[in-house]
């Protein structure tokens, strides 16, 4: 089926979050929207399922204008489409969820659930879905939930099929699995369009791609056009994706991780006996497949979760058994992995998520009196130096985009005074400019001497900002290595064999040169 | 009232434009919540100062309704339908009308009563003998009935403000009065520390169970809502037991306590004619306190940092459990304070009707307040000036008391509705609003 847009705009209020979009997807094609949080991508697929109404402009089904007054019209004329947050029923199985909305009805007036299981298999089996339908959906990791997402799709017979961030949410083998299965729904005839703003993964899925920038289309370009000028045309200006940096300049241990074993309450041990040190001007980066025990580490860093043994020292200060609060005031600032969770408090404005941890102590406060003046005129200040784009001070947070979330934390952890910087993801979900604007502070912070620890599971940015990769693969630490170290090998390590490397830096302190920029 | 809404926090609003940004913001905060506090919210949080107004009208209006048709004049005219359909209509709109206006009279102003005042010979007589006092009075009564809910209302918005719900303002206002009332007549102290004590005593009672609520919360991570809904329970079973025992007014088989000695009264503001007396100072003392705790203060940035996102909040250092035992203590002495303020202000001993519903009629008048200080006070006034009315139109009109319990409900059930409200007015807001939270990500 050929899909096309024409002139689709779509405004709310004074803001034009769609302006004059044309776009067609020929049959059998992979056809990847890219562009910056907040481009339009999202609002153009809603128009495209039904969920909002353009102004102006109209649907094209194989040349025949169509009008979707709701996501039921639209899967019946066969578009489907899976949400960055999914919608299924936890507590059903895969079937049951797959079926949900277009029960078949067995000659007895009963649901029939055998053809439900049967059409799951069916389509399983044909895409290389591999899914079990009678599996309850809450017990299924999330590239499975995701395929559970995308046979729903297809038992509704979609032949263009919405992908809105796909890969947000996956794991790197997970994508890559996503990426077989587009392949093999490709081959099978059905279009796919890819929402994404992720620059490698449309190159490697898409047939065209079409850069959105402001609600507009910037232009077409194939899969082979370069990484930076795809990167040029979505922030429309030139981008460095690579960080310049100076050599580290390595001064003594500031943080101090010993013999570290961290388990939660049902006794599952996370952190596994793990030590290592990051010295001041220096940039630790971890890396590692997410789930290996990262999140538990950073928890127990800022004291989160209780510590089973090992101990933890900040310039030679036993911090083991201390509380957030004090090893805030120790000096760690910290940027959680997820910041709406835990980094910010939605609701607040962006004021007073400046002072989030800073609240309790002059010049915001002294007593328990809050002083506003004080509070106001630092928001100013710091919105001012981290380029927050928000409307005033007083906006709520959660209303701002992720790349502009990400900034007031960093302004809040960054304005304290602080020696150790530990930052969990510092990237996900930004776009280019955002990632480039973050980057380029975690560098600044280790020239003014910081001691940094970045954990990531982007291997782009371990690569970008570290002086030094520590690879954690089930709650150990499976290798230390230069930052010249190839791909390869550190897959090896982050698949957990501990590749007796010749290249092994094992003794920081000798290793000066570091700042290499492979990547 | 000096209070207003601090420049810090976003104020939900009433414009069609704006509205949408509060409403996007709130439905994407909403899919990560879960479904007790997505319910909270989308009551407390989803009003503008329209929507909660147009509730009210509403109400008036349907409760206005149901009275004219459960009158049996008006019955029985609309029986006549037909040969005099004029009769049946004025007869209706009579009676709806007649009943609001003795509402209104009993409650805050009453003509009758200045005619009499200017009919008196002179004006010292007419003081002298109450005349002046009789158009106060109902006033003085709004302000009496007020108190209490006020008190306890912001037992209730100040564990909603830390993310907690307290459906124990009840046995907390209980606890209070208990402890209230023993200290009136069971001590014998010097005139104005006996009134302070009485007073404290009361806070004490109920800081007390408010402590273990918020303790068994932090401790063993014991819902509030149960606990407080057990506690309810166990200090109504108390109270009966003591009465019965303990507390008896000697010479007494009923279940009443002895009256409290005359120095543990709070004092009247206006003579004893008008009931009026310090106790409603002291509850709008408390509400400003309350403000200036929860938007002046770095303990209030912590309760309310914990009621939006805890996790975010112990990130940031904050202790959470600590805090959850302290506001509870707080909410628990503010309903204990309006359990011993209705003893020492008006009731003097405390008995089964005593304590009547305040406790539940607080979660209400938090509810229409969303859940602030300024709001609790207007709420409270309005509700107390149902309470102070009702008799006069249930003597005058003829129509039963229980119309008032009618409207409270038709109010909290509108403003637990906005959409309907919405809808019913057509508010542009509401349809905007939708399809941001249908697209998930928003409009971004």
Same mark, same amino acid.
């Given at each position: 089926?050929?899909?096309?847009?024409?002139?689709?705009?779509?405004?709310?209020?004074?803001?034009?979050?769609?302006?004059?979009?044309?776009?067609?997807?020929?049959?059998? %094609?992979?056809?990847?929207?890219?562009?910056?949080?907040?481009?339009?991508?999202?609002?153009?697929?809603?128009?495209?399922?039904?969920?909002?109404?353009?102004?102006?402009?109209?649907?094209?089904?194989?040349?025949?204008?169509?009008?979707?007054?709701?996501?039921?019209?639209?899967?019946?004329? /066969?578009? /489907? *489409?899976?949400?960055?947050?999914?919608?299924?029923?936890?507590?059903?199985?895969?079937?049951?969820?797959?079926?949900?909305?277009?029960?078949?009805?067995?000659?007895?007036?009963?649901?029939?659930?055998?053809?439900?299981?049967?059409?799951?298999?069916?389509?399983?089996?044909?895409?290389?879905?591999? #899914?079990?339908?009678?599996?309850?959906?809450?017990?299924?990791?999330?590239?499975?939930?995701?395929?559970?997402?995308?046979?729903?799709?297809?038992?509704?017979?979609?032949?263009?099929?919405? &992908?809105?961030?796909?890969?947000?949410?996956?794991?790197?083998?997970?994508?890559?699995?996503?990426?077989?299965?587009?392949?093999?729904?490709?081959?099978?005839?059905?279009?796919?369009?890819?929402?994404?703003?992720?620059?490698?993964?449309?190159?490697?899925?898409?047939?065209?791609?079409?850069?959105?920038?402001?609600?507009?289309?910037?232009?077409?370009?194939?899969?082979?056009?370069?990484?930076?000028?795809?990167?040029? *045309?979505?922030?429309?200006?030139?981008?460095?994706?690579?960080?310049?940096?100076?050599?580290?300049?390595?001064?003594?241990?500031?943080?101090?991780?010993?013999?570290?074993?961290?388990?939660?309450?049902?006794?599952?041990?996370?952190?596994?006996?793990?030590?290592?040190?990051?010295?001041? /001007?220096?940039?630790?980066?971890?890396?590692?497949?997410?789930?290996?025990?990262?999140?538990?580490?950073?928890?127990?860093?800022?004291?989160?979760?209780?510590?089973?043994?090992?101990?933890?020292?900040?310039?030679?200060?036993?911090?083991?058994?201390?509380?957030?609060?004090?090893?805030?005031?120790?000096?760690?600032?910290?940027?959680?992995?997820?910041?709406?969770?835990?980094?910010?408090?939605?609701?607040?404005?962006?004021?007073?998520? *400046?002072?989030?941890?800073?609240?309790?102590?002059?010049?915001?406060?002294?007593?328990?009196?809050?002083?506003?003046?004080?509070?106001?005129?630092?928001?100013?200040?710091?919105?001012?130096?981290?380029?927050?784009?928000?409307?005033?001070?007083?906006?709520?947070?959660?209303?701002?985009?992720?790349?502009?979330? %990400?900034?007031?934390?960093?302004?809040? $952890?960054?304005?304290?005074?602080?020696?150790?910087?530990?930052?969990?993801?510092?990237?996900?979900?930004?776009?280019?400019?955002?990632?480039?604007?973050?980057?380029?502070?975690?560098?600044?912070?280790?020239?003014?001497?910081?001691?940094?620890?970045?954990?990531?599971?982007?291997?782009?940015?371990?690569?970008?900002?570290?002086?030094?990769?520590?690879?954690?693969?089930?709650?150990?630490?499976?290798?230390?290595?230069?930052?010249?170290?190839?791909?390869?090998?550190?897959?090896?390590?982050?698949?957990?064999?501990?590749?007796?490397?010749?290249?092994?830096?094992?003794?920081?302190?000798?290793? %000066?040169?570091?700042?290499?920029?492979?990547? | 009232?000096?209070?207003?809404?601090?420049?810090?926090?976003?104020?939900?609003?009433?414009?069609?434009?704006?509205?949408?940004?509060?409403?996007?913001?709130?439905?994407?905060?909403?899919?990560?919540?879960?479904?007790?506090?997505?319910?909270?919210?989308?009551?407390?949080?989803?009003?503008?100062?329209?929507?909660?107004? &147009?509730?009210?009208?509403?109400?008036?209006?349907?409760?206005?309704?149901?009275?004219?048709?459960?009158?049996?004049?008006?019955?029985?005219?609309?029986?006549?339908?037909?040969?005099?359909?004029?009769?049946?209509?004025?007869?209706?709109?009579?009676?709806?009308?007649?009943?609001?206006?003795?509402?209104?009279?009993?409650?805050?102003?009453?003509?009758?009563?200045?005619?009499?005042?200017?009919?008196?010979?002179?004006?010292?007589?007419?003081?002298?003998?109450?005349?002046?006092?009789?158009?106060?009075?109902?006033?003085? $009564?709004?302000?009496?009935?007020?108190?209490?809910?006020?008190?306890?209302?912001?037992?209730?918005?100040?564990?909603?403000?830390?993310?907690?719900?307290?459906?124990?303002?009840? !046995?907390?206002?209980?606890?209070?009065?208990?402890?209230?009332?023993?200290?009136?007549?069971?001590?014998?102290?010097?005139?104005?520390?006996?009134?302070?004590?009485?007073?404290?005593?009361?806070?004490?009672?109920?800081?007390?169970?408010?402590?273990?609520?918020?303790?068994?919360?932090?401790?063993?991570?014991?819902?509030?809502?149960?606990?407080?809904?057990? &506690?309810?329970?166990?200090?109504?079973?108390?109270?009966?037991?003591?009465?019965?025992?303990?507390?008896?007014?000697?010479?007494?088989?009923? &279940?009443? !306590?002895?009256?409290?000695?005359?120095?543990?009264?709070?004092?009247?503001?206006?003579?004893?004619?008008?009931?009026?007396?310090?106790?409603?100072?002291?509850?709008?003392?408390?509400?400003?306190?309350?403000?200036?705790?929860?938007?002046?203060?770095?303990?209030?940035?912590?309760?309310?940092?914990?009621?939006?996102?805890?996790?975010?909040?112990?990130?940031?250092?904050?202790?959470?459990?600590?805090?959850?035992?302290?506001? *509870?203590?707080?909410?628990?002495?503010?309903?204990?304070?309006?359990?011993?303020? #209705?003893? %020492?202000?008006?009731? !003097?001993?405390?008995?089964?009707?005593?304590?009547?519903?305040?406790?539940?009629?607080?979660?209400?008048?938090?509810?229409?307040?969303?859940?602030?200080?300024?709001?609790?006070?207007?709420?409270?006034?309005?509700?107390?000036?149902?309470?102070?009315?009702?008799?006069?139109?249930?003597?005058?009109?003829?129509?039963?008391?229980?119309?008032?319990?009618?409207?409270?409900?038709?109010?909290?059930?509108?403003?637990?509705?906005?959409?309907?409200?919405?809808?019913?007015?057509?508010?542009?807001?509401?349809?905007?609003?939708?399809?941001?939270?249908?697209?998930?990500?928003?409009?971004?």
């Amino acid at each position: 089926m050929e899909l096309e847009l024409k002139g689709i705009t779509k405004r709310f209020g004074s803001l034009v979050a769609n302006d004059r979009i044309d776009l067609s997807v020929s049959p059998g %094609q992979v056809h990847a929207l890219l562009g910056e949080n907040g481009a339009g991508k999202t609002t153009l697929m809603n128009v495209l399922y039904g969920l909002l109404q353009p102004d102006e402009g109209e649907i094209l089904l194989d040349g025949r204008s169509v009008q979707f007054h709701s996501p039921k019209d639209a899967i019946a004329a /066969g578009i /489907g *489409m899976v949400h960055q947050h999914f919608m299924l029923v936890p507590v059903f199985t895969v079937a049951e969820n797959v079926t949900l909305g277009k029960e078949e009805i067995h000659p007895s007036g009963l649901l029939d659930r055998r053809k439900a299981r049967r059409d799951v298999r069916e389509l399983s089996k044909r895409y290389g879905l591999e #899914v079990d339908p009678d599996a309850l959906v809450e017990d299924l990791p999330v590239g499975i939930q995701q395929r559970v997402e995308i046979i729903k799709a297809l038992v509704r017979d979609a032949s263009v099929l919405i &992908l809105d961030e796909p890969t947000a949410v996956l794991t790197p083998a997970e994508t890559n699995d996503l990426f077989r299965i587009i392949r093999q729904l490709k081959d099978g005839g059905t279009s796919v369009v890819f929402i994404s703003h992720k620059l490698k993964e449309v190159q490697a899925i898409a047939d065209t791609i079409t850069v959105l920038r402001r609600g507009a289309v910037v232009g077409d370009k194939p899969p082979s056009a370069t990484e930076d000028e795809l990167a040029a *045309m979505m922030v429309g200006r030139n981008v460095q994706l690579v960080v310049s940096k100076d050599a580290a300049r390595p001064g003594d241990v500031v943080l101090d991780v010993e013999d570290l074993t961290v388990a939660d309450e049902t006794g599952r041990v996370w952190v596994n006996g793990m030590s290592f040190q990051v010295r001041a /001007g220096e940039i630790l980066g971890l890396a590692g497949v997410q789930g290996n025990g990262q999140t538990e580490l950073c928890e127990a860093l800022l004291g989160l979760r209780p510590i089973a043994s090992g101990h933890i020292r900040l310039n030679g200060r036993d911090l083991t058994r201390g509380t957030p609060r004090q090893r805030l005031n120790a000096g760690v600032a910290y940027v959680p992995e997820d910041r709406q969770e835990d980094g910010l408090v939605g609701a607040f404005s962006v004021a007073d998520n *400046m002072i989030l941890d800073s609240y309790d102590r002059p010049p915001f406060s002294s007593g328990i009196n809050l002083h506003l003046g004080a509070i106001a005129s630092n928001a100013a200040m710091r919105v001012q130096e981290f380029d927050v784009r928000t409307q005033s001070a007083d906006t709520p947070v959660g209303t701002l985009s992720g790349g502009n979330q %990400q900034k007031v934390i960093l302004a809040r $952890e960054l304005g304290r005074e602080h020696k150790v910087l530990v930052a969990s993801q510092p990237t996900r979900g930004l776009d280019v400019g955002s990632i480039e604007f973050v980057h380029r502070r975690i560098v600044q912070q280790r020239d003014h001497g910081v001691a940094v620890l970045i954990v990531s599971s982007e291997l782009d940015e371990i690569y970008a900002l570290a002086d030094r990769i520590a690879v954690m693969y089930e709650g150990r630490i499976t290798g230390f290595r230069p930052p010249s170290v190839p791909v390869e090998e550190l897959g090896l390590l982050m698949a957990g064999s501990e590749v007796p490397g010749a290249a092994e830096a094992e003794a920081p302190a000798a290793e %000066q040169s570091g700042a290499g920029e492979s990547s | 009232m000096s209070e207003q809404v601090p420049p810090g926090l976003p104020e939900p609003s009433a414009s069609g434009g704006s509205a949408t940004a509060t409403k996007r913001e709130e439905k994407t905060e909403a899919s990560r919540r879960s479904f007790g506090s997505i319910v909270r919210e989308s009551i407390l949080e989803g009003n503008s100062v329209t929507v909660i107004f &147009l509730a009210i009208l509403t109400a008036i209006v349907i409760g206005g309704l149901l009275n004219a048709f459960t009158n049996t004049k008006v019955l029985h005219a609309w029986g006549n339908l037909f040969s005099a359909p004029g009769a049946a209509i004025a007869q209706a709109w009579d009676t709806a009308i007649g009943a609001y206006v003795a509402l209104f009279e009993g409650s805050i102003f009453n003509p009758h009563t200045v005619a009499a005042l200017f009919q008196q010979a002179s004006f010292s007589t007419a003081v002298h003998d109450g005349f002046l006092a009789a158009v106060f009075n109902p006033l003085s $009564e709004t302000c009496v009935q007020a108190t209490p809910l006020l008190l306890a209302g912001l037992a209730v918005a100040l564990p909603y403000q830390a993310g907690m719900f307290n459906i124990g303002a009840q !046995s907390q206002f209980i606890g209070g009065a208990i402890l209230g009332t023993y200290l009136g007549y069971g001590v014998s102290l010097p005139p104005v520390i006996h009134v302070i004590v009485c007073a404290l005593g009361g806070f004490v009672g109920g800081a007390v169970l408010g402590w273990v609520v918020g303790e068994l919360k932090a401790r063993t991570g014991a819902h509030e809502v149960i606990t407080t809904i057990m &506690l309810n329970y166990i200090m109504a079973y108390l109270l009966s037991f003591l009465l019965g025992n303990v507390m008896q007014r000697p010479g007494r088989s009923d &279940l009443i !306590s002895p009256v409290i000695a005359g120095d543990a009264h709070l004092w009247h503001l206006f003579g004893s004619t008008l009931r009026i007396n310090a106790g409603f100072l002291i509850a709008l003392a408390c509400a400003f306190g309350l403000w200036w705790l929860l938007y002046r203060t770095t303990t209030g940035f912590e309760f309310r940092a914990i009621g939006k996102n805890p996790s975010a909040a112990r990130v940031a250092g904050m202790n959470v459990e600590r805090s959850w035992v302290l506001v *509870m203590l707080i909410a628990g002495g503010l309903a204990g304070l309006a359990g011993s303020g #209705v003893i %020492q202000g008006t009731e !003097s001993s405390l008995n089964f009707q005593t304590y009547g519903t305040f406790g539940f009629d607080a979660i209400t008048v938090a509810l229409l307040g969303l859940g602030r200080p300024l709001g609790v006070v207007l709420a409270s006034l309005l509700f107390g000036a149902f309470h102070a009315g009702a008799p006069l139109m249930q003597s005058q009109t003829n129509t039963s008391v229980e119309i008032v319990q009618v409207l409270e409900a038709l109010i909290v059930m509108f403003v637990a509705a906005p959409p309907l409200i919405r809808a019913i007015y057509r508010l542009r807001a509401a349809r905007a609003a939708g399809v941001a939270g249908l697209t998930g990500k928003g409009l971004a």
